[in-house]
Structures are given as structure tokens and as C-alpha cells.
């Protein structure tokens, strides 16, 4: 029996997961990474830091499964987009990495916007710009740490830094870097022109080689083996943004389906064959399948939302249902059904991490008197967060037909409470992926492809995917939702004008 390992790496997580080749997950070690501060709006990691939570969590994946590291037929990752990971020509970290989160350059979006540099991109890219991208990162490196791109030798994404300490070899990706406002999506090639109006035509000789997503990028070192426990010589793919991953590991494979994930991200996607130019999405990207497209609304004000609140509001009860041998979740989930969705108009809006409404934007709660209680607070982070995501995929509708289904995954889809809200609010089916470690899935799906395991993406997923279930929206909540809905556009829009007052 051959199995395949996948490497997710997200905001908070570092995880590998194994699979046999019908998709079931073997073992999983997730271990937590540290994100330093050191501003507000400033979020980075110690790279060096990251590759040794990045061994140990490979090592325990393989000690958990208790198979023989031989017969680990290909790795690969998924890892979160955006956000920025340099090497010198040592391949020594340059520079902190930088994370998805990171607001540090709301400037430069600014900036490109005010003087017609969005414009001019977007004919090349078919993307907004966003804060956290490489291009605004990069632009804040030239003019606040140029000494850190003069010893610059090669410009990762996550995934990159990490198959790169495993293989030694450099290379770049065509699903995060088309995601970055790095590659001209016409000539899926990077573009001298393009980094030109960023002002950072320095940067070219520093991108790495592009590969596909199922590419082999090396094999794993001794180094690398003695330190993760992996076998020397395993087949190591390229891997893909964590978007594609759990796409993928969804079954996104045509153009009928779409899909959301609740994570930290918000993030709500459909593929097709040429990307969507009529300036009414987002962000466009090349798929990891090979002449697709993904279509993407995205942003960080998902379930991470949620995270915040039960680390901050609901220690007590954390504490409380540990001792019992419980889990904090069944609490919130027995608060949220305990209050119908037309007796609470409390309103969040999850903007906590970042927004997609205002790069300035904050998590704020409106409605509060002091009849409500931390129950009615918690159901308005449920709702929150699902209406986040409803304004994404209204965004996505305008270009395409509505799907019988949307497939959810990520946190959120744990609970069944929340996916009914999604249902609801949508007014479309849900449709539940079995619960494993997506990211890590997809990402072990192009290992298999890479190792001649799987044919393609399609027989891949033939294997390996697997509907739990299906949930339907209640006609009787439509009008509740498009009311409370519009509430929350209403405190989105009142609010427009406050945010500058917040930006230090």
C-alpha cells in the first residue's frame, strides 16, 4: 500500500496530514505557530521557527501512523495565498515571513488606486489589489527595508519556503503567484510591465521558476530526511494555495460547482475556462487543474471570528466543558439554536483580522442593550461571519448561473447550527465535505498525481471525495434572512465614513 502526504500550512496551523489512495485519512499532526506583532496591523513568523514546526509536525504524522516512511509515495502542500516569504543566496530567511493577515501596506492600495495604477493592472491580472499581497509587501520592503531586498535571492509563498527546505530546489507556483499580481493571466507568464507599475522592476530576477500545482519540484535531501523523517529521495509536487486545495479536495473539477470555506479566510470560489474581466470580482487566478480558471471573493472574516470570541469572551465555559470531557463548540452551537434568528438583532460584523468592505475596517458589534447577553452576541458572530460570505458570493452570482449546491468546508462546516444558517441566509443546498484535513488532502492529491499514483485531478478526486452531507434552506427563513441581511449592509454603509479615525 502507497500513501501520500500532504503539508498545510495556514495562519495559526502547521499540519501534515497521510492518506491512502482512496482518500482516508491515516494520521494528522497539527501543531500551532507563533505570530508576532510587533504593530499594530503587523503580522509575521520566524521562518526558521516555522520549518522546525513544520518537521515536527511530519515526523508525528508519521509516527502516529505508524507505516514505513518508504512507503510514502509523494508530498506536496497547500498553504496560505498572499503574504510574503524571502530567501537570500544562502537560502537563509531574509526577512520575517509575513503572513495573509498583514496590513501593513494599506498605503499602497491607496496609492495604485488614487493614481490609476489599479487601473492599468488590472488589464494584465484581472485583480483588485490587496494589502497583504506580494506586490504591496514588496513595495513597503523597497521603501522601508530596501536593504532587505538587496539580499533577497528568491520571493516564496509559504508553501515554497517550505518545499524548498524539504528539496532544496527553488521554485515558484502558478495558483499563488497568479494570485499575488505577480503573473499576466493573458501570457501566464510574469511580465516586466507589470512589476513596472509597482515600481518594483527589481524584483524579476528574484521570482523563481513557475511550476504546476502536480509539477515534481525534487526530492526530499538527506538534510531534510533526517530531520523530518520522511525517506531521502521521496517525490516532492509543488502544491497550490490553500484556496485550490480545499477546492479541489471538494471536488471543484467543472464549471456547475462552487465552493465556500470558513476558516480564517472567507473564502467562496468557482472555476471556468477564462477568467472574469468585467471588474465585478475580485480576484481571478489560474486553478490548479490546467487550463481553468478560479473565480474568488475572499476575505479574512470567516470563523477565525469566532476563534476570537471564545478566546476572549468564554474562558468559563472553555475551561468548564474541558473538565467535563467536553468541547466549547457543543456550548456555542447549543447557544446559537437556542435563539430563534428574528429574536436577536444584535449585527457583527466580523472585521476583525481585515475586511472586504474597508481596508481600515473593524469587528464591531451595533444593537447591544443590556438586555442582551454573550448568547445573543455569539449568534450575531454566527450570522456575521455567513452574511460576510453572502456578500462574496452575491459578487460571484452576477457571472454565473446558481449552483444546485455550494460545497462547505473549513470550521464552520463542524457544526451543523451553522451550516443551516449558510442554507438559510443563501437559500441554496450545502453541501458537507467528509471532515478531514482538506488543505492537506489537496495537496496530497497532486503528490499522487505528481508519483503516477492518480491520472489527473478527475480520477483524483473520483477516489478520494466524498459527500457527508447535504443540507436544504428552509423557505420560511428566506424573508427573516434578506432582512437581517440588509441590516447588516445598512451598518456596513453607516459606518463608511468612521474608519479613518481607526487607522492607527
Known amino acids: 500500500m502507497k500513501y501520500l502526504m500532504g503539508i498545510d500550512n495556514g495562519g495559526t496551523f502547521s499540519k501534515a496530514a497521510i492518506f491512502d ?17 510587533p504593530k499594530p496591523g503587523y503580522t509575521e513568523r520566524d521562518m526558521d521557527e516555522l520549518w522546525e514546526v513544520n518537521a515536527a509536525a511530519v515526523r508525528e504524522a508519521l509516527e502516529k501512523s505508524g507505516i514505513d516512511p518508504k512507503d510514502v509515495a509523494g508530498v506536496s502542500f497547500s498553504g496560505h495565498g498572499k503574504g510574503l516569504y524571502l530567501v537570500d543566496e544562502k537560502g537563509q ?24 495604477t489599479k487601473e492599468k493592472i488590472y488589464d494584465k491580472t484581472f485583480q483588485t489589489i490587496l494589502a497583504c499581497q506580494p506586490v504591496s509587501l514588496l513595495a513597503w520592503l523597497r521603501d522601508h527595508k530596501p536593504e532587505v531586498l538587496a539580499r533577497t535571492r528568491y520571493i516564496f509563498a509559504v508553501k515554497d519556503y517550505i518545499r524548498f527546505k524539504l528539496t532544496g530546489e527553488a ?42 500545482s502536480a509539477d515534481l519540484c525534487g526530492r526530499v535531501t538527506a538534510e531534510a530526511a533526517a530531520k523530518t523523517g520522511l525517506a531521502e529521495g521521496t517525490p516532492v509536487a509543488a502544491g497550490m494555495f490553500d484556496v485550490n486545495a480545499c477546492g ?3 471536488g471543484l473539477s467543472d464549471e456547475e460547482q462552487m465552493c465556500m470555506v470558513a476558516g480564517t479566510w472567507s473564502i467562496n470560489e468557482f472555476i471556468r475556462k477564462s477568467p ?22 475572499s476575505s479574512p472574516t470567516s470563523a477565525g471570528n469566532m476563534e476570537w470570541f471564545i478566546r476572549n469572551l468564554m474562558s468559563y465555559e472553555k475551561a468548564e466543558a474541558k473538565a ?7 456550548i456555542t452551537n447549543q447557544w446559537v439554536e437556542s435563539i430563534e434568528p428574528q429574536d436577536n438583532n ?51 452570482l452576477q457571472n454565473r448561473e446558481r449552483p444546485k449546491s455550494i460545497r462547505l468546508s473549513g470550521g464552520a462546516a463542524n457544526s451543523p447550527v451553522w451550516v443551516q444558517i449558510f442554507a438559510d441566509a443563501l437559500q441554496i443546498p450545502v453541501d458537507v465535505i467528509e471532515d478531514k484535513e482538506l488543505g492537506a488532502q489537496g495537496a496530497a492529491m497532486a503528490a499522487g498525481i505528481a508519483a503516477g499514483l492518480y491520472k ?26 434578506e432582512q437581517k441581511y440588509a441590516a447588516y449592509r445598512a451598518v456596513v454603509k453607516g459606518l463608511s465614513g468612521a474608519w479613518e479615525y481607526f487607522k492607527n
Open 248 to 250: 479541489i479536495a471538494s
Open 171 to 212: 521554485y515558484g507556483e502558478y495558483t499563488d503567484f497568479s494570485g499575488g499580481n505577480l503573473v499576466n493571466l493573458t501570457t501566464g507568464q510574469y511580465d516586466r510591465e507589470l512589476l513596472s507599475c509597482f515600481g518594483l522592476e527589481e524584483v524579476y530576477d528574484k521570482l523563481p521558476p513557475l511550476r504546476h
Open 456 to 481: 489527473d485531478y478527475p480520477e483524483a478526486i473520483g477516489k478520494t471525495v466524498h459527500i457527508t452531507s447535504t443540507t436544504y434552506p428552509r423557505p420560511e427563513y428566506k424573508e427573516i434572512y
Open 93 to 116: 530567511p531574509a526577512y520575517n515571513g509575513i503572513l495573509s493577515t498583514d496590513a501593513r501596506a494599506w498605503e499602497y492600495v491607496e496609492k495604485w488606486e488614487q493614481d490609476g
Open 21 to 37: 489512495q482512496e482518500g482516508r485519512q491515516i494520521s494528522v499532526a497539527s501543531v500551532p505557530t507563533v505570530t508576532i506583532t
Open 324 to 330: 467535563k470531557g467536553g468541547s466549547v463548540y457543543d
Open 346 to 396: 444584535v449585527i457583527f460584523l466580523p472585521f476583525l483580522n481585515g475586511s472586504n468592505e474597508d481596508a481600515l475596517a473593524k469587528g464591531t458589534f451595533v444593537g447591544l442593550t443590556a438586555y442582551h447577553g454573550k448568547q445573543h452576541m455569539l449568534r450575531a458572530v454566527y450570522e456575521g461571519i455567513v452574511f460576510s460570505h453572502l456578500t462574496h458570493v452575491n459578487k460571484l
Open 276 to 297: 472574469v474581466t468585467n471588474r465585478t470580482v475580485d480576484l481571478n487566478s489560474m486553478f490548479c487543474i490546467p487550463g481553468y480558471y478560479l473565480v474568488e471573493e
